[in-house]
Structures are given as structure tokens and as C-alpha cells.
């Protein structure tokens, strides 16, 4: 792993380490020296592991699943009352404000880009990987609840993440706006191409040359004047926060791929895209990349 680890700690991190020492002094140092690549025993790594299987929901379900929803939904929810130290360091750390900061970020956002295509016509929305798809849920419930010019597909793999989605959109009174589809997206057929496409989350975890290979693949799932709205992990959050970005990596193997605004750039052009223009998080550990396809089949 690849960072410049601050040996200092944040408020945050000192609250979680204090609440380890209060509860297991053991795991707590061997939990720092495992951050700082200092030698930790396979027995220990295991111990540590266990701790955090049986003291954290997070960690739990990113355990079972690292491409799991729960992570970002918990993020998004935010419990006044966390059950564990461990979760209520996800929550208050600035990598997991950042994840609700990019949800507003796109909230306020998309009805910009949405009102771009309503002006032409009908609005086709395929949010692509989109877990529950709390994003376009809250911006249909905001501004479109009475609207019958716009509509959206949710896509996504994880049925349950889905389940919620629909429980999300009954709710909140917009499920006659939105069908959800239990398919791996690279291998969705639509009945007619997408106005705007989400992608967020998807590009995070892969190398360049892959997210050139997967935003290529949605390409055809876009009309000629379509929008795409794809999202990466910046290296902001590398440099500011590596503590949090450790216990990702490490306790629930979500590795990341850190992008700058220009190495997204360059991935949105060599998949065949007009590159437009970016907004961040109000934190700028996510940069979401806006673009147009540059040639099509």
C-alpha cells in the first residue's frame, strides 16, 4: 500500500485507539504497529482480525462482502448512537464524511444534468452498479415525484441492495419512476439507449486501463448526446486520510485506485469520451467526472 502515513493522530483516530486501549490494550498497539508496517504475527493479524469480525458491523459486512452497500448506506444514514467504537470511527473519520458529502454532491447536481436533456424530450436514466440507488431515488422524490417525462433503471448485481431500493423509492413515493434490474451491468441489454448514465462507485477499486475497457462497454448503452456521470476515489484522500483508507484495505480488502482530475480525464478520452467538466465532494476525495460520447457506432 502505497502512502504517506501520518504517525500523528486526529481526533478521531485517537477517540477509536482510546477506546481499544479501554478494551483490549493488545489489540490497539498491535493494530497502530500493523499501520505503520511495523512486524505483527500471523497469530496477531488473526486476533485483530477476529476483534474486528465481532466488534463491528461495518467491518462485518464489508468481511462477507467487499463490494457490499452497507458500508456507504450506513455512511449515508448516519446512527446517532453507533453500537462500536470501530463504527463510530468509520462515521466521524473524513473518508466516511466524504462518502455522504459526495452523495449530496451528486444530489445537487443531477437535476442540473437532468434538466439539460428534459429541455430535448424525455429523460432516460441507467444508474449503472447502483446499489439501492439512494442518489436518483432522492432527487425523483426532491424534484420529479409528479413528473412523467423522466425515468430510471437501477442495475446492479446484489439483489438485496436492490430489495432496499425499491423499499427505498415505495417510501418515499417515486417506485412508479424507477425499475430495478438484478444483472451485472456490463451484461445488461436495454430496450433503448440512456440520456444519462451514473456510474459511481464502479471505477474506484480498478486500475486505468480497466476503467478505460468498462466505460467503453457502457458506450453503447448511451444515446449520441447522452451524459455519463462516472466517479472516482481522488488522491486527496490518500494524502488526508490514510488511517481510514488502512482499515478499508486491510480489515475488509476494499482496495482503491486513487485517481488525479487528470488521470480521470485521460480515462474518460480514451474510452471515446468528451471530457466537460468535474465536481468533487465538499471534502474533494471524489471527483466526478461529466462527459459526452466523442464518437459513435
Known amino acids: 500500500m502505497e502512502q504517506n502515513k501520518k504517525v500523528e493522530y486526529n481526533e478521531e483516530i485517537s477517540r477509536l485507539l482510546g477506546a481499544l486501549e479501554n478494551n483490549n490494550a493488545v489489540i490497539k498497539n498491535s493494530l497502530w504497529e ?42 449515508y444514514d448516519s446512527p446517532p448512537s453507533p453500537f462500536f467504537p470501530i463504527d463510530d470511527y468509520f462515521l466521524s473519520s473524513k473518508g466516511g464524511r466524504a462518502i455522504k458529502s459526495r452523495l449530496t454532491a451528486i444530489e445537487n447536481k443531477l437535476p442540473e444534468i437532468i434538466e439539460e436533456h428534459r429541455a430535448k424530450g424525455e429523460v432516460f436514466i441507467g444508474n449503472l452498479g447502483s446499489g439501492p440507488g439512494r442518489d436518483v431515488i432522492d432527487v425523483f422524490s426532491s424534484h420529479y415525484k409528479k413528473s412523467s417525462d423522466i425515468k430510471a433503471v437501477h442495475i446492479d448485481r446484489d439483489a438485496t441492495a436492490l430489495k432496499r431500493g425499491k423499499r427505498m423509492a415505495v417510501i418515499k413515493k417515486v417506485d412508479h419512476l424507477i425499475d430495478f434490474i438484478g444483472v451485472n451491468f456490463i451484461k445488461y441489454e436495454p430496450t433503448k439507449k440512456f440520456d444519462i448514465i451514473l456510474l459511481i462507485g464502479i471505477l474506484c477499486g480498478l486500475e486505468s486501463d480497466v476503467c478505460i475497457r468498462v466505460l467503453k462497454s457502457i458506450r453503447r448503452l448511451i444515446k449520441k448526446d447522452g451524459t455519463i456521470i462516472a466517479g472516482n476515489v481522488s488522491k486527496k484522500m490518500l494524502k488526508e486520510d490514510p488511517f481510514t483508507y488502512f482499515l478499508m484495505e486491510w480489515v475488509g480488502n476494499w482496495k482503491l485506485v486513487f485517481k488525479s482530475e487528470e488521470e480521470l480525464k485521460q480515462i474518460f478520452e480514451k474510452a471515446g469520451y468528451k471530457w466537460r467538466s468535474c465536481f468533487t465532494d465538499s471534502y474533494g476525495f471524489h471527483i466526478m467526472g461529466i462527459g459526452t460520447p466523442k464518437f459513435y457506432f
Open 34 to 75: 500493523r499501520y505503520l508496517d511495523k512486524p505483527v504475527s500471523i497469530e496477531r493479524e488473526e486476533e485483530i482480525y477476529g476483534y474486528f469480525l465481532t466488534h463491528s458491523i461495518v467491518s462485518t459486512a464489508v468481511m462477507a462482502n467487499a463490494g457490499t452497500s452497507m458500508l456507504t448506506e450506513f455512511l
